[in-house]
C-alpha cells in the first residue's frame, strides 16, 4: 500500500481501501491469529468481523447485484487493508501516548458535525467515507479520532503528516510493539509502518465464496 493510501484525509488519502478474503487459521507461532500489536493478538475473527461490517454496508447501499458485483470488484483488497487499519490504529494510538497526545469525544464530535455539514448530513457522511475509504458507518468516530491524533501528534512534533518526522515517530511506535502479521496478510514494514505484501502461492483466494 503506498503512503499515500494509509490514512483517510488526513495521513495523505486513505487508510483503507478492499479485497478478498482469504482462508486463515493464523500462524504457526499464533494459531487463529491475523496479527500480533505489543503482545495482544488480533484473531481472524475480529478481523474478518470488521470485513463483514463493510461489506454489509456496502450491500445495503447497492442492493442491485449487479452493482454490488461492481462494488466487490472495486474493492479487491479489503481485507488486507482493514488489518492494515487495525495495526496502524494501534502504532499511532502508541506513538500519541508516548508523544503525550489525547484526544476527547468532544472533539471527534466537533469534527464530525463540520464533515456532515459538508456532506449534507450524517447519511451523506457515511455514504463517503463507506465509498472512499471502506470505513463502516459503524466505525466512523473510531476512523474521525485516528485523523485527530495524527493531526495532534504531527503538531507536537512540529511538523505534518507528510513530514519523516511524523513517520519517524510512527516507525519508532512499530518497533516498540514488534508487529507480527499472519504471513497469509503479508508482513509488516516498521520503517515505513505499513503492510506489504508477500508471495504465498500457497494461499487459497476464497473471495469467490465469500461474495455468493
Known amino acids: 500500500m503506498h503512503r499515500r493510501r494509509r490514512t483517510a484525509f488526513v495521513l495523505s488519502a486513505a487508510i483503507v481501501a478492499a479485497a478478498p478474503l482469504l482462508t486463515a487459521c493464523g500462524s504457526d507461532a499464533h494459531p487463529g491469529a491475523a496479527a500480533v500489536?505489543?503482545?495482544?493478538?488480533?484473531?481472524?475473527?475480529?478481523?474478518?468481523s470488521r470485513v463483514n461490517e463493510v461489506r454489509a454496508a456496502q450491500r445495503a447501499s447497492a442492493p442491485d447485484p449487479a452493482q454490488y458485483q461492481q462494488v466487490l470488484a472495486s474493492s479487491?483488497?479489503?481485507?488486507?487493508?482493514?488489518?492494515?487499519?487495525?495495526?496502524l490504529?494501534?502504532?499511532?494510538?502508541?506513538?500519541?501516548?508516548?508523544?503525550g497526545v489525547t484526544v476527547s469525544r468532544k472533539e471527534v464530535q466537533k469534527l464530525r458535525s463540520d464533515l456532515e455539514q459538508q456532506a449534507g448530513g450524517a447519511k451523506g457522511l457515511e455514504a463517503a467515507w463507506l465509498q472512499k475509504y471502506g470505513i463502516a458507518p459503524e466505525?466512523?468516530?473510531?476512523?474521525?479520532?485516528?485523523?485527530?491524533?495524527?493531526?495532534?501528534l504531527a503538531a507536537k512534533l512540529g511538523t505534518d503528516t507528510t513530514q519523516p518526522a511524523f513517520w519517524k515517530a510512527l516507525s519508532q511506535a512499530s518497533k516498540k510493539?514488534?508487529?507480527?502479521?499472519?504471513?497469509?496478510?503479508?508482513?509488516?514494514?516498521?520503517?515505513?509502518?505499513?503492510?506489504?505484501d508477500v508471495r504465498t502461492p500457497w494461499v487459497r483466494d476464497a473471495s469467490a465464496a465469500q461474495s455468493a
Open 76 to 87: 479487491g483488497s479489503l481485507t488486507r487493508d482493514t488489518l492494515h487499519t487495525m495495526v
Open 177 to 196: 510493539l514488534r508487529i507480527d502479521l499472519n504471513p497469509r496478510y503479508g508482513t509488516w514494514d516498521t520503517t515505513k509502518s505499513s503492510r506489504v
Open 139 to 152: 466505525r466512523l468516530d473510531d476512523n474521525l479520532r485516528l485523523q485527530i491524533e495524527a493531526q495532534k
Open 37 to 48: 500489536v505489543g503482545g495482544q493478538r488480533i484473531t481472524v475473527a475480529q478481523l474478518e
Open 89 to 99: 490504529d494501534q502504532v499511532l494510538a502508541r506513538a500519541a501516548h508516548d508523544a
